[in-house]
């Protein structure tokens, strides 16, 4: 039985949550395999990944930002370094960033440069899937259907797959982190599902 490390929490506290069990919250290219392949049935779920993006035909500038207007939180990730980029995302994976509480700020703290993903779209659809993180792109063959905001955004991944299969193939970013979804531990998710395939 695939259990959830939290039945129904925001991302903060499930990140928290994850990192006092000392393991990561489940990637989205791990959850794309588990939901695709394995077709585990899943309710919504947090992913660790975050993609941070800016507002359609707008550069990056110093940051990008969120506000998640039910819990007066803003979602801050430093782009500094990336500022006038256009068409891409920046993706920060599941262990290497840190999310930091100053106040009414939630800082992203990444261990590392974010992964750049180059042809991020620009509204909702269907998508080619960049193999690395498997997140929506532009590309020949649709594959995976992006929910995004409408303006900037730095969001984790949500995931889910019911017992139709509905929402499989979808990628939400358009989830304000108050919302109350299960998580997932990377290394305990991978044991159930070797125990469940004994």
């Known amino acids: 039985m695939i259990k959830s490390i939290t039945p129904g929490a925001a991302f903060?506290?499930?990140?928290?949550?994850?990192?006092?069990?000392?393991?990561?919250?489940?990637?989205?290219?791990?959850?794309d395999r588990i939901i695709l392949e394995e077709k585990a049935e899943l309710p919504r779920f947090w992913t660790g990944t975050v993609v941070a993006y800016p507002a359609p035909d707008c550069p990056i500038g110093e940051s990008i930002t969120f506000l998640d207007r039910i819990r007066r939180l803003r979602y801050i990730l430093e782009t500094s370094a990336l500022r006038g980029e256009r068409g891409i995302a920046l993706v920060l994976e599941s262990g290497t960033y840190d999310l930091l509480g100053k106040g009414n700020d939630r800082f992203y703290l990444p261990h590392r440069e974010p992964l750049i993903l180059s042809g991020f779209p620009k509204?909702?659809?269907?998508?080619?899937?960049?193999?690395?993180?498997?997140?929506p792109v532009h590309g020949s063959r649709a594959l995976r259907y992006l929910w995004r905001m409408s303006g900037e955004a730095v969001l984790p991944v949500a995931r889910e797959r019911n017992r139709t299969g509905w929402a499989a193939s979808d990628i939400f970013l358009n989830q304000r982190p108050s919302a109350r979804f299960a998580a997932f531990s990377q290394s305990e998710l991978e044991s159930a599902i070797a125990q469940e395939r004994c």
Do not use: P
């Open 123 to 135: 509204e909702n659809g269907w998508y080619g899937m960049d193999e690395a993180t498997a997140l």
């Open 12 to 31: 903060d506290d499930a990140f928290a949550a994850s990192r006092s069990r000392k393991t990561n919250l489940i990637r989205n290219k791990f959850a």
